[in-house]
Each structure stands twice: as C-alpha cells, then as structure tokens.
C-alpha cells in the first residue's frame, strides 16, 4: 500500500493509455496509405456490347434476302408473321405442354420454316422435311397436315 500512495498514477494505466496512441499512430498511418481504388470491372465485357444503329435506308433500296430475315421482295412479310407460323408455334406449345416436354423438342424454329417453305400435302412430303422422320411424321403428322391444307 505504501507503494502505490507514492506513486501519482499506477503503471498500468500509464501503459495503457500509451498503447492507445500508439495504436490510433498505427491506425492512422495505415487509412493515410490508403487510396480509393477506382476499377471498372465491366471494362472486360466492353468486347461483348453489340451496338444497335438502325440506318435510315434510301427511298429506293429494296430488301435483299439474309438468314436473319425471310423477307425477299418489298412487301412481303417475314415468315415469323405469318398466319401459319403463328398456328404451327401455337399447335407446338399446345401439343409440348400436353406432352410436358419442351417445345423445340417437336420441332425447333428452323423447321418451321422449313416446313412452311416446303408446304407438303402428305406424309411422305412432310418426311422431306428438315427434323421430321417417321416418328415424328406418324405422331405429329396428321394434325400439321391439317394445319398446312388452310393455307
């Protein structure tokens, strides 16, 4: 007891109490060194941006034909408007969701184009077309056949 009624401030807190400036030293030498990185991470991806520019076309330019579109001649509507497309994606989603399947798995968009440009009157026709062989023609024959005579 007599020791500590000589001594003003006990050594513990005056320990203390400097390794709290030291440690707020130490903190603030660190946040100085610091610097806000500035990083466009989206700078990679700049390779894959697709720029839309739609160019105004002259009066007398005339549509050519391209494997986007299935347009030939003014006029003319892409096959994707068409009435029969529309019935034959139509009959796919109906027949795909009966079946629970997906509906490219009865036929992808690319044979329906197919099979709108070659229009067959019967089973053996339809079989000429792209991704339709006999299964298919027997299941889903009779009905698209159906479908193809309105047009």
């Not at 494997?67 to 994606?89: H, M, N, R, Y």
């Not at 989603?93 to 509906?103: N, Q, T, V």
């Amino acid at each position: 007891m007599g020791l500590f009624n000589r001594m003003k401030e006990p050594v513990f807190l005056k320990e203390s109490s400097d390794s709290e400036e030291r440690m707020l030293a130490w903190a603030q030498s660190y946040l100085d060194l610091h610097k806000e990185a500035q990083k466009d991470y989206t700078e990679k991806y700049d390779q894959y941006k697709v720029n839309i520019v739609t160019p105004q076309k002259p009066e007398e330019e005339v549509p050519t034909q391209t494997a986007e579109t299935s347009t030939v001649a003014v006029g003319e509507v892409p096959v994707e408007e068409t009435d029969i497309f529309k019935e034959l994606k139509a009959y796919r989603l109906y027949k795909s969701r009966e079946e629970k399947i997906k509906p490219y798995f009865i036929y992808n968009d690319n044979q329906l184009k197919d099979l709108i440009s070659k229009m067959p009157r019967n089973k053996e026709e339809l079989q000429t077309v792209a991704g339709f062989g006999e299964v298919k023609t027997n299941k889903y024959g009779d009905d698209i056949l159906k479908i193809i005579e309105k047009y």
